[in-house]
C-alpha cells in the first residue's frame, strides 16, 4: 500500500487509508450491493440519478487531508514468455520545449499527485488540494482554487485528481476522491474555456464499507469510464476493482445520468483509457502476473447506458513486469518510492493502446536492477503487440511516465527520475512515427531538482514522491503538448520538517 501524509500546521498526522471514492461533482445515490449480469454478459444498468450543479473556481482555503496508502500488487516473478527489451536510444531530436511554467507547489500534502489538460485557451493543473488556471502564455487566470470546493466535497478529505480536456466533446473533464464519503467526485464543463460557465458535478457512491482508492478516468466516444479498487475500511484489506461506465452525453446535457457499475473480484487497478481518436469502444488495461506469464489485460467495453453494456477481457502475454526498487538521492539515505508495476498512463488513438508503467531493469552498461519506464503496444483490432520495451539509463532511477501520442503519431513521454548525483527532476523523450521499434529519443531535463525529497511526514521506509505525472495535448495545435511533473525544490518546509516538493507545467512542440 501507499501512503499519502497530511501535516497540520501544529502536528504532523500520517493515516492510512485503503480506498479511494470517485469522483464527479453532482449528487448521485449509492449504488450498494454487487451489480448483475444477465445471460448475455451484459451489465444490469442502476437507472437514472439525479445530480446538481456547482459554482466553478472557488478561491483556496487549505485544510488537512489524510495520507492515503495503495495496496500492492503480488509481483512474484513468474517465468515470462518474452523477453525484456531495452529501448534503443537514438540521437534524433524532434521535439523543442516552448515555455516552462512555475507550477503549484507544495500545500502540507505530500505527493501532489499532478496532472496536466490543455484546451484552446487555457492549460489547467491539479495537484492534491489545489487546482490552477493560465493563458497558454503562462498568465494565471484566476488564483488557485481548492480541489474540496471545486468538487463539492466541503471539508471532506480529498485526493488523487485528474483531469483531462476532450477534443472530440470540446469538453473538460475531471475527478477526485472523496474519501470520508466512499464517493468519487466527477465533473464536466459546459464549456471549452475553462474559467467560462460551469462545472456539473456528479458523485458515484462505492460500497459503505470501502474507500474507493485513487479513480483513474477515462473516455470514448460516447463514455465515460472510472474504476477504483476498493478496500475494506475497517480491516485495509484489498476487496476487489470496481468501474462505472457512464452516459457521455447525459453528462454533456448536465442532465440526470445513466450508469452502470460493476466489481470486478480478482482484479486490480483497472486503468481506463484516454481515446484521442474515434472509438465507441472504452478500452481499459491492468497488469499482472498469472499462469507462469507477465500479462497486460485489455477490458472492452461496448454499449452505453441505458442500453446493455458489454465486457470482453484480452490477456497478452508481455515482457517481465515486476516492481522497481525505490530510486536514491543525493545528501542523504532516504529513497523515493519508484511506485509499483500498475499502469500510470494508457491511450487509444488509430487502433492502436499504448501503456506505460514503471518496473524493474538493468540499463545497458549498468550492474544492478533500477527502476525503469515500460512501454507497451497494442495493435486493438488483433490484440497483438506492436512494440514491448523497457527504458532504462545507466546509474539513474526512472518513475512516474505519462504519455500521449500526437496527431503526427509521435508519442510524448515525459516522466521523473534521480540518482547519486541528481535530485529527483522532470525529463522527457519522444518516438517519432519515423523513428525505430522499441527506441526513444535522447532524453532532456526539464526541471532539475535543486533538493531531495525528505519531508518527514512523508518519509517512511521510502519517501512518497508521486502517483502519476501528466501530459495534455494542444487541441489546436497538432504539434502541441504539455507536461506536468514533479520535482525537488530544495525550499525548506516552514516547520523545518524536511524540503518541500514543487511542479513544472512546460509546453513543447513535437
Request: aromatic share 10%.
Amino acid at each position: 500500500m501507499y501512503h499519502r501524509i497530511i501535516k497540520s500546521s501544529k502536528a504532523v498526522f500520517v493515516f492510512t487509508i485503503l480506498v479511494s471514492a470517485q469522483f464527479i461533482i453532482t449528487s448521485l445515490a449509492p449504488a450498494y450491493g454487487t451489480p448483475e449480469w444477465d445471460s448475455h454478459g451484459k451489465i444490469i444498468p442502476d437507472g437514472k440519478k439525479s445530480m446538481k450543479h456547482l459554482e466553478h473556481h472557488k478561491k483556496i482555503t487549505k485544510h488537512s487531508i489524510p495520507l492515503r496508502k495503495h495496496a500492492k500488487m503480488n509481483t512474484a516473478m513468474v517465468p515470462p514468455t518474452q523477453q525484456q527489451i531495452l529501448a534503443n536510444i537514438t540521437s534524433s531530436r524532434n521535439y523543442t520545449m516552448n515555455s516552462i511554467i512555475d507550477g503549484l507547489g507544495y500545500d502540507n500534502v505530500t505527493p501532489p499527485d499532478v496532472q496536466v489538460a490543455v484546451g484552446p485557451t487555457n492549460v489547467m493543473e491539479m495537484v492534491n488540494l489545489q487546482g490552477q488556471v493560465w493563458t497558454k502564455a503562462g498568465t494565471p487566470v484566476a488564483e488557485p482554487f481548492d480541489l474540496g470546493s471545486f468538487f463539492g466535497a466541503g471539508e471532506d478529505a480529498v485526493s488523487d485528481p485528474k483531469v483531462l480536456y476532450d477534443n472530440a466533446s470540446q469538453r473538460w473533464f475531471a475527478s477526485i476522491t472523496d474519501i470520508p464519503a466512499s464517493t468519487v467526485k466527477v465533473a464536466v464543463s459546459d464549456s471549452s474555456d475553462a474559467t467560462k460557465g460551469i462545472f456539473c458535478l456528479y458523485s458515484l457512491v462505492s460500497f459503505q464499507s470501502a474507500i474507493a482508492d485513487q479513480p483513474i478516468l477515462g473516455i470514448s466516444g460516447d463514455k465515460v469510464t472510472v474504476s477504483v479498487n476498493d478496500f475494506d475500511w475497517n480491516t485495509g484489506q484489498f476487496r476487489f476493482a470496481q468501474f462505472w461506465v457512464l452516459n457521455k452525453s447525459d453528462m454533456m446535457s448536465c442532465t440526470p445520468l445513466d450508469y452502470v457499475t460493476k466489481v470486478m473480484p480478482g482484479h486490480f487497478s483497472i486503468h481506463p483509457v484516454q481515446s484521442l481518436t474515434d472509438t465507441s469502444t472504452q478500452y481499459m488495461a491492468s497488469t499482472s502476473n498469472m499462469a507462469g506469464q507477465s500479462l497486460v489485460n485489455v477490458y472492452s467495453v461496448n454499449g452505453v447506458p441505458p442500453n446493455p453494456v458489454s465486457l470482453a477481457i484480452t490477456q497478452v502475454a508481455t515482457s517481465p513486469i515486476s516492481d522497481p526498487p525505490s530510486a536514491v538521492q543525493p545528501s542523504t539515505s532516504l529513497l523515493v518510492d519508484a511506485g509499483d508495476s500498475r499502469i500510470q498512463d494508457a491511450i487509444f488513438a488509430n487502433d492502436t493502446l499504448w501503456i506505460t508503467h514503471d518496473n524493474k531493469c538493468i540499463p545497458s552498461n549498468d550492474t544492478i536492477p533500477r527502476s525503469c519506464l515500460h512501454f507497451i503496444e497494442i495493435n486493438t483490432k488483433d490484440m497483438k503487440i506492436k512494440q514491448d520495451f523497457d527504458f532504462g539509463i545507466k546509474n539513474e532511477y526512472l518513475f512516474y511516465p505519462a504519455i500521449k501520442e500526437m496527431p503526427s503519431g509521435n508519442l510524448f513521454v515525459a516522466y521523473g527520475f534521480s540518482s547519486a548525483t541528481a535530485y529527483p527532476g522532470v525529463a522527457v523523450t519522444e518516438q517519432a512515427i519515423t523513428d525505430p521499434k522499441n527506441s526513444l529519443q535522447s532524453p532532456d531535463v526539464v526541471q532539475p531538482g535543486n533538493g531531495p525529497v525528505d519531508l518527514l511526514f512523508g518519509c517512511g521506509g521510502s519517501c512518497r514522491y508521486g502517483d502519476y505525472f501528466g501530459v495534455g495535448l494542444d487541441p489546436i495545435d497538432s504539434k502541441g503538448v504539455w507536461i506536468a511533473g514533479e520535482y525537488g525544490t530544495g525550499e525548506q518546509d516552514m516547520d523545518g520538517l524536511g524540503q518541500a516538493w514543487g511542479t513544472i507545467v512546460a509546453s513543447f512542440t513535437g
